[in-house]
């Protein structure tokens, strides 16, 4: 069965800082992964995937994650945080068997203080 | 554009009676999914579709039925609800790999 986990409800950094959000996945298969971000009463808005190539992806807003097999993870990060990057972020993978569905993690609330 | 639209925002439903709650896009995505968001879990899959008269269940499509008839609308029906059904409901489409999804209907089953 496919699954991720975001091992983290809640990452608090300051602005100016690097953040780091993190997410492991479990699939057969090379997996097929993605960030998505919630802002307060909206819905989910896409940021990055990995298909394959580069570990190293880069996404909107100045996010980017890094691929690892080895580890089976897929962190996001960013160099630098914003206040307004506060909200909540999402990992999720596609299903190796079924292209068409997708699983979710559970979701991590990213705090960043000014 | 309006991408994705969801009606209603809000519902708050008692024990045993049926709702339909509505989805529309016009961006001509084929596949269109229901989600349902609860507090810590993630989203769960309810239910997707892969064009106009085909659809078929996700993770937890137990008191929920959906229909497709156009590629423009994706309908998903509560026939009882059911206080376990309390929950955000989010209506996406796809498109390459990524996925649109509308602003969410809250429903509340007391």
């Known amino acids: 069965a496919q699954s991720v986990a975001q091992p983290e409800d809640q990452v608090n950094v300051a602005e100016g800082n690097p953040l780091t959000v993190k997410c492991t996945y479990s699939?057969?298969?090379?997996?097929?992964l993605f960030w998505y971000v919630q802002y307060p009463n909206r819905g989910l808005q896409f940021l990055l995937k990995?298909?394959?190539?580069?570990?190293l992806v880069k996404g909107s807003y100045g996010f980017e994650a890094e691929f690892n097999k080895s580890q089976t993870s897929f962190h996001l990060k960013k160099p630098s945080a914003l206040v307004s990057d506060s909200a909540l972020y999402f990992c999720a993978v596609r299903d190796a068997g079924n292209f068409n569905k997708f699983y979710f993690g559970s979701g991590t609330k990213l705090n960043v203080k000014p | 554009n309006a991408g994705v639209t969801q009606t209603p925002k809000f519902r708050i439903l008692k024990i045993g009676q049926s709702m339909t709650l509505q989805c529309t896009q016009d961006?001509?995505?084929?596949?269109m999914y229901w989600y349902r968001q609860d507090p810590g879990m993630g989203l769960k899959l309810i239910y997707y579709?892969?064009?106009?008269?085909?659809?078929d269940k996700g993770e937890v499509p137990n008191g929920y039925n959906v229909s497709r008839s156009t590629t423009e609308d994706f309908p998903l029906r509560l026939e009882l609800a059911a206080p376990s059904q309390t929950s955000v409901y989010f209506c996406?489409?796809?498109?390459?790999?990524?996925?649109?999804f509308g602003p969410g209907t809250r429903l509340t089953v007391t």
């Open positions: 579709s892969v064009g106009a008269g085909i659809t």
């Open positions: 996406a489409t796809k498109q390459s790999y990524e996925q649109y």
């Open positions: 699939v057969s298969g090379n997996p097929y």
């Open positions: 961006m001509n995505h084929n596949y």
């Open positions: 990995y298909i394959t190539g580069d570990n």
